[in-house]
């Protein structure tokens, strides 16, 4: 039995608009566009802005220390001159349960919500910020537990207690419910409204923006914090924002049923092997270590991350060899915004498009560059962006269809550019964002550019030009945890600054750090 499940895609899907009561008569009626919202905190709109980004962040304390807190401290120094915060998803760990919620968000960004000086009266499906926290889901935030692992972990103390002392078991008791628990987060659950008179007066009070689209969500700080689905579009200083639902269209394709097929699936048969007896090795060696001990501790925090990485190995391996001939991509999600590329670019006012998702579609971080839902992502987000490209035809010049893409999943800080890879992804800015408080990553030992076999010839995809992780050995180990400020620039293409910072764990202390700041 695996120990975390992950929902086929069409669960997910129907689920998500279940819980939205996607386009029911009522809300088409009211002409309401349930994937725009606009931001009303009271603000100037001006075309020079800044904002934050982080992600993979939903853990607790590790041994003492807290590194999802260290970030947050971090943030606060910016919040007040920062519009909103990006989240590139995996807000709760390990499984996106509910019981999570208060240690592994709430008490976290506790600053960040209304009533957070008292954060263990804020339940979780109540949540109000006090300004715009604007996430898309993650793998985790969509996990489940078979309930006999739940039951071992809630009620068999001396098993918890040797779970916890070698892996963060912050499991609950079953996981997310298909993603329930992240949509009563952050959705408007409009499931729960079972009177159609309340449905009526809710959608006329909360649904009252107008766009080009029709009417759409008012999200309100400190009043309304709501989104209106798991994918969204917003715009803020003539930008046009993007937010996507990447779980549901990085589904990996079947393996071919010819030689070069079949040799491909021995080749993962033994890598999942390989996997397999590694993870019983590591579980044998975490036997006979003690956290209580520093250095023993140490051995303890690499083996987990050790095991995490074997873990997604085996994952991605089983995905693909059980890929099957009717494979389930979210076509409706990826043709909305195929079709909200366009209109953006034929609206005079709109200077430039940021899309943000949760997997990478570009990375280098040892366990996703070569995964297979990485480059299922990225064949169709690809797909996506030559339709646009065509579409557009001379109103982009020769400026890339989007300027940059933001994501998550890979426990790290990277910067890539794309070279000329054929088609409309190229000569884009790719920044990955997922190292603001899990268990984070190395590099991949086989170099910073990202090639693809194209015909006979091997072709430079990507470079990637800063990346912030896992590095060093032994007692010189360091743990760079990191968030994003973009400041956004006048002007039309516009410029964005990176500002990096990091607080990096070593010799169990803790050092804040600003990594120079660059332009794309």
């Known amino acids: 039995m695996e120990f975390v499940s992950d929902p086929p895609v069409g669960k997910k899907i129907q689920k998500m608009k279940q819980r939205v009561r996607w386009q029911e008569p009522v809300i088409v009626k009211r002409g309401i566009d349930q994937t725009r919202l606009v931001i009303d905190d009271g603000q100037e709109d001006r075309p020079e802005f800044s904002f934050l980004v982080v992600g993979d962040s939903g853990s607790g304390a590790h041994r003492g220390h807290h590194p999802q807190r260290k970030i947050t401290e971090q943030m606060l120094l910016h919040r007040d001159n920062c519009r909103f915060v990006i989240h590139t998803g995996d807000v709760v760990y390990l499984v996106g349960s509910r019981e999570y919620y208060h240690k592994n968000f709430i008490e976290p960004y506790r600053e960040f919500l209304v009533n957070g000086e008292n954060p263990k009266n804020i339940n979780y499906d109540r949540m109000l910020f006090n300004q715009p926290f604007l996430p898309v889901p993650g793998n985790h935030d969509y996990y489940d537990l078979p309930f006999i692992y739940g039951l071992l972990a809630q009620t068999a103390l001396p098993l918890r207690r040797l779970f916890r002392s070698q892996i963060d078991f912050d499991a609950g008791w079953h996981g997310s419910f298909q993603g329930e628990a992240y949509a009563k987060a952050f959705l408007d659950y409009l499931c729960s409204i079972d009177n159609r008179q309340k449905l009526e007066e809710h959608l006329d009070r909360y649904y009252n923006a107008i766009t080009k689209t029709g ?18 579009t917003f715009r803020c200083g003539d930008i046009d924002f993007f937010a996507l639902d990447s779980n549901t269209f990085n589904s990996p394709l079947p393996l071919a049923k010819d030689a070069e097929g079949e040799a491909n699936r021995r080749i993962l048969e033994k890598r999942r092997a390989e996997a397999r007896r590694q993870q019983q090795e590591i579980w044998q060696s975490m036997n006979f270590l003690n956290d209580d001990r520093p250095e023993e501790a140490e051995r303890l925090d690499d083996l987990r991350t050790k095991l995490e990485q074997l873990e997604e190995i085996e994952n991605d391996v089983d995905k693909q060899l059980n890929a099957t001939g009717d494979v389930t991509v979210d076509w409706e999600q990826l043709n909305w915004l195929q079709q909200r590329l366009i209109e953006s670019w034929h609206t005079d006012s709109v200077r430039g498009r940021i899309i943000y998702l949760h997997h990478p579609p570009y990375v280098t971080e040892a366990t996703k560059w070569y995964q297979s839902q990485t480059l299922a992502v990225r064949d169709r987000l690809r797909e996506v962006l ?25 426990h790290c800080l990277e910067y890539l550019r794309t070279t000329q890879t054929g088609h409309a992804d190229s000569h884009i800015n790719w920044i990955v964002c997922g190292g603001s408080g899990y268990s984070l990553r190395r590099q991949r030992e086989e170099g910073l550019e990202i090639t693809e076999q194209i015909g006979k010839e091997i072709r430079t995809v990507a470079r990637s030009l800063l990346f912030i992780g896992r590095n060093g050995q032994g007692s010189h180990k360091r743990r760079p945890y990191s968030f994003l400020r973009i400041d956004v620039r006048s002007g039309t293409p516009p410029k964005f600054v990176i500002r990096p910072f990091v607080a990096e764990r070593y010799q169990q202390q803790w050092y804040e750090s600003q990594i120079k700041s660059f332009e794309i």
């Open 215 to 232: 009417r759409c969500l008012r999200y309100q700080p400190k009043k309304f914090t709501r989104l209106p689905n798991r994918y969204y």
């Open 386 to 410: 030559d339709e646009v490209a065509k579409a557009v035809g001379n109103l982009a010049g020769d400026r890339p269809v989007v300027d940059l893409v933001l994501t998550g999943h890979a």
